[in-house]
């Protein structure tokens, strides 16, 4: 049995003990608190994530009201009629990454219109990755084009028909720029086109010139519907599409300089700087292209007759 002066003196003891653990795991989340705040600008400067209001990732470029941002930046319309289209581009340039929208196209008749949603570069020799949604009758499907140009050359065209009816819901339409490498096309998080790298043929890549996020919805109705034949119904209109949930998890660019530290993927945490096709997904890709595959550049004999561009033979 402890008598009273041992009892005190183990409690100062155990006080004691107490007051080090306390100070020791005061001592660790201070510690711990400073090493965050030291890396938290290191860490911000690898890569961007923006997502959420997109008042303040988008400018309303033209359209003289019709486009808009309501329900507090979660929502953006273009609409078209017979006077004007509407169009929008991000206040950010971007140089590499994962770009995800979801958009809700024209229902009903949209023969004869065009809802653009691509990345572009400024200049005569400029870069540009385009979804191009060209309209049809009712009833019958939209065409989902796609196109890439590298230093003002484009002119390769894949067309696509989509398995879903994209004016009934919102539907996630994705473009990839892994580093130097690869381009991808997305729908859903189902891959439908790769791009890849063929500079050691001599074929220009879209790699090194930041581009802002476009969007538009226009008339063109010379081309975009059975070739022009079909004409756009003005009754119909105003023709409307509308966009949300907007992502970009990517390398911004801004004052000359990237806000990725490097062109490496041991320099950030996010997945899409080393993300490729696994073979689940070469499977998605097979069967897009082999279901819904509408045209490709590198099949048409007729219009390279003297052969077809080189990367199509990668």
Not at 124 to 151: A, C, K
Not at 174 to 179: C, F, N
């Amino acid at each position: 049995m402890l008598h009273y002066p041992v009892i005190n003196l183990f409690c100062f003891h155990f006080q004691t003990y107490k007051l080090h653990i306390y100070f020791s795991l005061q001592t660790i989340f201070m510690a711990f608190t400073v090493c965050y705040l030291l890396l938290l600008p290191l860490l911000g400067s690898f890569f961007m994530v923006a997502y959420g209001n997109l008042n303040q990732h988008f400018d309303i470029t033209w359209g003289e009201g019709r486009a808009k941002i309501p329900n507090n930046g979660e929502l953006l319309t273009l609409s078209l009629d017979k006077a004007s289209g509407s169009g929008f581009e991000s206040k950010n340039e971007y140089l590499f990454g994962n770009i995800d929208m979801q958009l809700k196209l024209v229902p009903g008749n949209s023969a004869g219109t065009v809802t653009a949603y691509y990345l572009k570069s400024p200049g005569t020799t400029w870069d540009e990755i385009d979804f191009e949604f060209l309209g049809n009758l009712s009833g019958d499907p939209y065409i989902l084009h796609t196109n890439v140009f590298s230093q003002g050359k484009g002119s390769r065209e894949q067309q696509f028909y989509l398995w879903f009816d994209p004016t009934a819901d919102f539907h996630t339409y994705s473009i990839l720029g892994i580093l130097s490498a690869l381009c991808i096309f997305s729908v859903d998080g189902t891959p439908i086109r790769e791009f890849k790298n063929s500079e050691s043929i001599g074929v220009p890549f879209p790699k090194s010139q930041p581009m802002r996020i476009h969007s538009s919805l226009w008339n063109a109705d010379d081309w975009a519907t059975r070739g022009g034949l079909v004409k756009t119904d003005w009754t119909q209109a105003p023709f409307t599409a509308s966009y949300r949930n907007f992502k970009a998890d990517a390398c911004v660019w801004s004052n000359g300089a990237s806000s990725c530290s490097s062109n490496s993927p041991s320099s950030t945490t996010s997945t899409w700087f080393s993300q490729e096709l696994d073979s689940t997904n070469q499977q998605r890709l097979k069967w897009v292209q082999n279901n819904y595959l509408i045209y490709n550049y590198c099949t048409d004999m007729k219009r390279f007759p003297q052969g077809i561009p080189p990367e199509c033979n990668v």
